[in-house]
């Protein structure tokens, strides 16, 4: 991960918008409320850049990332959660499911999405984190401020329970 | 025979430590249970990995148009000013003054012509209706 700190607001939307985007994407599962997101977290990159301390800048922008997420859910907290667009299900049918074949017969993306949805919401993050951004787990432990060790279990017990959702949704 | 539990997947990541590893693979060697599990494991792990990456919607990284920075005053700022000008006309009108009012004084705050009457002990102001007050 770079150290170097992006000269503009411009630059890390450019560099990073799109992990952001798909980070939130995962964790809500609505392209709209992914976008909301990716706004609010560019604004706030924009009013901390001048006051940014030169260190890992990637942990100071998911440590940003996922405390925008946090304060988003808990202001639509009773909002009942939108179903998938159409356009995912397109998108899962041009996907390849890899070499996995016990996920064969499933429709890939669209019930990974379901399943992901439905852990709760510090395994969803983790393993989100972890297999969809790819950040190490020291990384998770900074941008979540939780030790290693959390990082860990959290992560292997979303991934337990990911697991039973899908044999039950291939089942 | 303790099993391995969480190590699987910090193993499955690459991120045990060496002896951390050392201890995985012997375990996995003896452990049909575990080494069905670690396959389990990685069922799910390769599930997330192989969701398709978005692209970040166009409209959040186009340039947005400059907004000015002259902002128009609100109805409330313009409102709170008015009441407040009002508040300072009342005040100079009904506070006492802290010393006797001279003559032009009385003239300019009520906008009447004063005299004193041909004695000089009484003061007269007539107001611009026309009455007379003692």
């Known amino acids: 991960m770079t150290d170097t700190v992006p000269l503009s607001w411009e630059e890390v939307a450019r560099v990073h918008g799109r992990k952001i985007y798909n980070f939130a994407y995962r964790l809500c599962g609505n392209p709209d409320d992914a976008a ?16 940014y301390q030169p260190g890992s800048f990637d942990g100071w922008l998911w440590r940003i990332t996922r405390n925008a997420f946090i304060d988003e859910v808990r202001r639509r907290q009773r909002r009942p959660t939108s179903p998938l667009p159409e356009a995912v299900d ?22 990974i999405q379901a399943a992901l949805l439905d852990l709760p919401y510090e395994f969803r993050e983790a393993v989100v984190m972890c297999d969809v951004i790819g950040l190490s787990y020291d990384e998770i432990a900074r941008a979540v401020a939780v030790p290693v060790g959390t990082v860990r279990s959290r992560i292997h017990r979303g991934r337990k ?11 | 025979m303790k099993h391995l539990d969480e190590l699987m997947s910090v193993f499955l990541d690459g991120e045990t430590n060496p002896a951390e590893s050392v201890r995985v693979r012997r375990h996995l060697l003896e452990c049909e249970q575990c080494r069905r599990r ?3 494991l990685n069922v799910a792990r390769s599930a997330l990995r192989s969701l398709p990456v978005l692209e970040l919607p ?16 609100s109805v409330w700022v313009g409102t709170a000013a008015a009441v407040a000008a009002a508040v300072i ?15 032009s004084d009385v003239s300019r705050q009520l906008g009447a012509r004063a005299s004193l009457d041909a004695g000089g002990v009484s003061l007269k102001v007539v107001a611009p209706s026309g009455e007379a007050n003692e």
Do not use: N, Y
Not at chain 1, 161 to 171: F, H, I, P, W
Not at chain 2, 58 to 73: A, D, G, I, N, Y
């Open chain 2, 58 to 73: 166009m409209s959040l990284v186009e340039p947005r148009p400059v907004t000015p920075l002259v902002k128009r005053p």
């Open chain 2, 89 to 103: 006309a009342i005040a100079t009108v009904v506070t006492p003054p802290a010393e006797p009012l001279s003559l």
């Open chain 1, 90 to 111: 397109r998108w899962s049918a041009q996907s390849s499911p890899g070499a996995d074949e016990q996920l064969a017969e499933m429709r890939l993306g669209e019930d």
């Open chain 1, 161 to 171: 329970l990911l697991r039973t959702a899908l044999v039950e949704a291939a089942g």
């Open chain 1, 36 to 51: 909301d997101l990716v706004q609010e977290v560019l604004l706030r990159v924009r009013r901390g850049l001048d006051s």
């Open chain 2, 38 to 40: 670690l396959e389990e």
